[in-house]
């Protein structure tokens, strides 16, 4: 039985490269695409660009989103617009559920785009040790996990709630986790990543480069066509009917390795000083005036600042070659890309 599939986040970063890149992926057959829009003119986009068709959402109401999918037929879910929220996930899980009742299909999917730093020190998951996306534990760790970040791991127990819910309802849950992604986007929205944006808007601000961590720190890293291609990995495979690992099993980083975050610093610092952005290229280390001083550019409390630029996660990607995904750009290429990343974001924020 064909797939009709919901992408949100079109106009975000990572959503609206998946929707640009989605003609070549040559994927195998399905019904309908889907994207979810806020506005006329992103209506025109997915219809013009993508040859999506745009679906408008109420998302505060329940009934509207459930409404919204059963109407449709939707079977395979994309979510990729708030990784906190834990009520609009439940609910499009439960709608997923009806389609699959009413349809009388076998298999109905909801992925859900998490990030790397839930999966870090910032929620006490180990740091100490090689941690695989494919470790039997992970399910365990985030639903116990007691970090010094309460909003992460919170989120981190979102995805438990994902994962448990579609158990529940006989829908299949994706965990997808995006760590540092740079490169410029390629959808008709935001052309910028999230991580990137952090470190390059506090070094703005406070004119040098402060650090959170020591120079051992390391963090994943994916250029944005990688981050991409695991997308699209996933979703031929479902479409394929090869079943793919999902639920306590479904965890998928998207990710060529690891970096130092002094490293990134340093390369991030060179364009910085050259640009005049920044007034020495020496990387400091962050006391109490810095991080409050941090906090407003990165609009959030002080507490936060440290999750935003830095961290230990050694998370690294090994189910998603499982699918035949491999990363084509090495985790060094990043420093490679550091100038050019530099002047995307001064452009665009």
């Known amino acids: 039985m064909s797939h009709n599939i919901l992408i949100t986040g079109a106009s975000g970063y990572l959503g609206g490269t998946l929707l640009a890149r989605w003609k070549e992926a040559n994927l195998p057959a399905y019904n309908k695409l889907y994207a979810l829009i806020r506005t006329e003119e992103q209506s025109k986009a997915v219809k013009e660009l993508y040859d999506a068709e745009p679906v408008k959402i109420d998302l505060s109401s329940d009934a509207d989103i459930e409404q919204a999918i059963t109407s449709r037929d939707i079977s395979v879910i994309y979510y990729l617009i708030d990784a906190l929220d834990d009520r609009i996930p439940r609910v499009m899980i439960r709608a997923l ?3 699959k009742s009413k349809s009388g299909r076998q298999d109905v999917h909801f992925l ?6 839930i999966f870090s020190s910032h929620t006490g998951l180990p ?9 039997e534990q992970l399910y365990e760790l985030l639903k116990h996990a007691e970090g010094p970040q309460p909003l992460l791991v919170q989120a981190g127990k979102t995805n438990v709630q994902v994962i448990e819910e579609g158990a529940s309802l006989g829908v299949r849950s994706y965990i997808f986790a995006p760590c540092i992604v740079y490169g410029k986007g390629e959808g008709f929205g935001n052309p910028i990543s999230i991580q990137t944006v952090a470190v390059i808007r506090a070094a703005k601000k406070m004119r040098r480069i402060y ?6 720190a390391t963090w994943p890293v994916c250029h944005i066509y990688d981050n991409t291609t695991l997308f699209l990995s996933i979703l031929r495979a479902i479409l394929s009917g090869e079943n793919p690992s999902h639920g306590k099993d479904g965890f998928y980083l998207a990710a060529s390795g690891l970096v130092k975050w002094h490293d990134l610093y340093r390369a991030f610092s060179k364009r910085l000083l050259e640009r005049g952005v920044i007034d020495d290229d020496t990387i400091m280390p962050a006391d109490d005036a810095a991080l409050e001083q941090m906090a407003p550019v990165l609009k959030g409390m002080k507490s936060f600042v ?9 998370f690294t990607a090994v189910r998603g070659h499982g699918l035949g995904w491999k990363a084509e750009y090495p985790p060094e290429h990043i420093f490679e890309a550091a100038g050019e990343e530099v002047d995307l974001v001064l452009q665009h924020s």
Do not use: M, N, W, Y
Not at 112 to 117: H, P, R, Y
Not at 306 to 314: H, L
């Open 306 to 314: 440290p999750a935003e630029i830095g961290g230990r996660c050694t």
């Open 112 to 117: 859900f785009t998490t990030g790397a730093k």
């Open 97 to 99: 559920s009806t389609v």
């Open 127 to 135: 740091s100490d040790r090689e941690l695989l996306d494919t470790d």
């Open 211 to 216: 650090t959170v961590d020591d120079s051992s």
